[in-house]
């Protein structure tokens, strides 16, 4: 399965950037979608998830009031619109589809991901 994800570049703190994600429509119509990050030299981390429908979010408290997630059903694709970028947002984000309903925190619950892209926050 191939999600596309696009947006990532390089940005100044307190810019901002928004992510995309493509998803084929019978992979992820039906599904939660997250976005996770692995900054350089960590392990990957939660960012957002949302439901199926698009009605419930969750947030990485480190993102909380900087990050919103949402998706466009019709057009198959989730976004992630990150505003107050700071230097420590540096990573490559990755999409991931959700196991049937599941938006949550764990990444076992996600059995599709995307290449990933890279975001740069300079100081």
């Known amino acids: 399965v191939q999600l596309q994800a696009s947006g990532g570049g390089l940005v100044q703190s307190g810019g901002s950037l928004r992510l995309s994600c493509m998803c084929p429509r019978r992979t992820c119509s039906n599904n939660g979608m997250g976005w996770f990050r692995q900054p350089p030299g960590k392990e990957r981390e939660f960012v957002a998830g949302i439901s199926w429908r698009g009605g419930d979010t969750r947030y990485a408290d480190s993102v909380k009031g900087r990050f919103t997630i949402s998706r466009d059903n019709a057009k198959n694709t989730v976004y992630l619109q990150m505003d107050s970028l700071k230097p420590e947002d540096t990573a490559v984000y990755y999409c991931?589809?959700?196991?049937?309903?599941?938006?949550?925190?764990?990444?076992?619950?996600?059995?599709?991901w995307g290449q990933g892209t890279l975001v740069t926050v300079s100081s």
């Open positions: 991931a589809v959700g196991r049937g309903a599941s938006y949550g925190d764990n990444p076992g619950s996600y059995n599709y």
